[in-house]
Structures are given as structure tokens and as C-alpha cells.
């Protein structure tokens, strides 16, 4: 299996993350901090509500579903945000962050766009 891991320039973050959050809301992820601490697991099998920056890149915010329930998780002063991708399909996103370590949002399995095109209801806009 081909794995790539590239890094987003900080000045697309704001629309790396509406196409990301668009291409899969909805599918189950696992929210993992890593730390000095170790790995804390913060949520496992959520479905992404969406994942985006501020306007000046200061706070990420990642939306998961709970219950019913939007749970948010902020990643403060962000420094660098890659995706790792897996035969062309994005499998994780991690998000360094200058204060609480790296924040790693993995998919519980990837595939390629062209396979989940037209699995989901159009939503009006």
C-alpha cells in the first residue's frame, strides 16, 4: 500500500478543510491527542460533523456527533496540518499545535471519492 503524507500550507487551511469537511461528513473517525502525556483517546467511532480554521488560522476546530449532540474539540495555535493519504484516498488528518502536541483525526477505513459518490443525500444548499 502507497502512503503519502503532505503537508497543507497554512494559507489553504480554510478551504482544505470546507472540501475535507464536505467529502466526508458523516463517516466514523477517532480523535486522538498526543502529548507529553502519551495518547489520550478523546472520541472513537463519532461520525465528523466537519473540521475548519478561523480566519486567521489562531483555532481549528474539529465537530463531532455524540448522542444527537455537536461535541467540538479546539485546537489551539495550530503550526501545521498534514493528511496522509493511502492509495489516493485520505485516510488521517494531524494538526500540530504550538500548546497541546498533535491531534490525529483518522478515518475507521478510507476509500477513494469516485467509490462514495452518490452513497450520501444531496443536502440543500
Known amino acids: 500500500m ?3 503524507t503532505r503537508d497543507i500550507p497554512r494559507d489553504s487551511w480554510i478551504d482544505f478543510f470546507d472540501g475535507f469537511s464536505r467529502r466526508h461528513e458523516g463517516w466514523l473517525v477517532e480523535v ?25 488560522n489562531k483555532d481549528i476546530s474539529i465537530t463531532t456527533l455524540l448522542d444527537g449532540k455537536l461535541v467540538e474539540r479546539f485546537v489551539s495555535d495550530p503550526q501545521r496540518v498534514r493528511v496522509e493519504e493511502v492509495e489516493g484516498a485520505e485516510r488521517a488528518v494531524e494538526i500540530e499545535s504550538a500548546k497541546s502536541g498533535r491531534t490525529l483525526v483518522t478515518f475507521r477505513s478510507s476509500m477513494p471519492p469516485e467509490m462514495v459518490d452518490g452513497l450520501l443525500p444531496e443536502r440543500a444548499p
Request: proline share 4%; charged share 30%; net charge negative.
Open 2 to 4: 502507497a502512503t503519502l
Open 32 to 56: 486522538r491527542i498526543l502529548d507529553e502525556n502519551g495518547a489520550q483517546v478523546e472520541s472513537e467511532n463519532r461520525p465528523l460533523q466537519g473540521i475548519s480554521a478561523d480566519r486567521g
